[in-house]
């Protein structure tokens, strides 16, 4: 998908990094954003631009400013939803006060790993990273993939944001200096059929994936066989149903039975995890994802905390 191409380094690129490096540290930034463009030509790869189909580069675009905007570019004004802009950073907590092997200071068991599904643009992957001495993002998108190793090697990485109609503006996606990168390991996978070597992981975090999939419910089976014993799994859903993502008949909740019975999709989620999991947290945490300036997706997401029971015998 990517190899025969190269990118050239023009000077409008150079005019939108400088533009945005208007203190010292962001123009370091703008250096390290020429050695990105210089990382994708060597490589082989050509960065997401104008010339990809249009709803591919806008997903990858709202991941970045998703995963790594600041809170100022994001939202703001004075009146808004401000408690919705830490979403990562809420699961990052449920992940690591849930995990019994961050607990443990003797190092005996080795290193703390987590698994991240779903992990896009990998914003929750280096975050697990602060915590988790290994960690590996999955999806199922090469495009995220690409675009996460990509500021795992070099730092930064542009990405437009959409102001009103045309008008747009040019930002850097950044990793906080304190994130050690060496700790992650990306990989595209399908996440209903993952690699047979993805187990014994201490945390598996899920984001907002659940409603993406083909096959939700054989995506939660899988989870028993990735976590050790006594190991959690942290799920985040706002159960957003739609059939171009997933079959009817997958879903987890969302319908009707027979005589108009409701069935929920937690309920739904609750009969693939109760066989080798406890829910032993659970709370609803809000998000917000930025589409323009002045118009923007809010929402509650359900997240439940699972810890992984021994197997019997």
Same mark, same amino acid.
């Given at each position: ?12 690129? &150079? ?12 123009? *370091? ?7 990105? %463009? ?16 249009? +709803? ?6 709202? *991941? ?6 600041? /809170?100022?570019?994001? #939202? ?19 992940? +690591? ?13 080795? =290193? @703390? &790993? ?31 993939? $690409?675009?996460? !190793?990509?500021? !795992?090697? +070099?730092? @930064? ?5 959409? +102001? ?9 996606? !950044?990793? =906080? ?20 070597? #993805? ?14 999939? /083909? ?12 976590? $050790? /014993?006594?190991?959690?799994? @942290? ?22 039975? $027979? ?27 809000? *998000?917000?994802?930025?589409? %323009?300036?002045?118009? *923007? ?6 997240? &439940? ?6 197997? $019997?015998?």
């Amino acid at each position: 998908m990517y190899s025969g191409y190269s990118f050239k380094w023009s000077n409008r690129h &150079t005019a939108a990094a400088l533009g945005v490096a208007a203190s010292a540290s962001a123009a *370091y930034a703008a250096y390290r954003l020429y050695r990105y %463009h210089g990382y994708f030509s060597r490589a082989g790869i050509r960065p997401i631009s104008e010339g990809d189909l249009p +709803e591919v580069k806008r997903a990858v675009d709202e *991941y970045l400013q998703f995963h790594y905007a600041n /809170a100022q570019e994001i #939202l703001p004004y004075q009146h808004s939803p401000k408690e919705a802009l830490h979403f990562l950073s809420r699961l990052m907590v449920l992940c +690591e006060r849930n995990c019994l092997a961050l607990q443990d200071f003797t190092g005996e068991q080795g =290193p @703390v &790993t987590a698994l991240d599904l779903g992990c896009a643009v990998g914003g929750s992957s280096f975050a697990l990273a602060r915590a988790f001495q290994q960690v590996v993002g999955v999806d199922s998108s090469a495009h995220f993939i $690409k675009s996460a !190793q990509v500021l !795992q090697r +070099e730092g @930064v990485l542009a990405y437009t944001s959409i +102001e009103e109609g045309e008008i747009t503006a040019t930002r850097l996606a !950044q990793l =906080p200096n304190d994130v050690e990168t060496d700790r992650v390991q990306f990989l595209q996978a399908d996440l209903c059929r993952l690699p047979q070597n #993805l187990v014994q992981f201490d945390a598996v975090l899920a984001a907002n994936v659940v409603e993406r999939l /083909a096959n939700p419910g054989l995506f939660l089976d899988q989870l028993a066989g990735l976590v $050790k /014993a006594s190991g959690v799994v @942290v799920l985040a859903s706002a159960f957003s149903w739609c059939e171009h993502d997933t079959p009817k008949g997958n879903w987890l909740g969302g319908f009707y039975k $027979k005589a108009n019975e409701p069935v929920r999709s937690l309920d739904g989620m609750k009969q693939h995890m109760e066989p080798h999991f406890d829910l032993i947290e659970q709370e609803d945490i809000p *998000y917000l994802i930025r589409r %323009h300036a002045r118009k *923007y997706e809010w929402g509650v997401s359900c997240c &439940t905390v699972w810890r992984r029971r021994r197997d $019997k015998g």
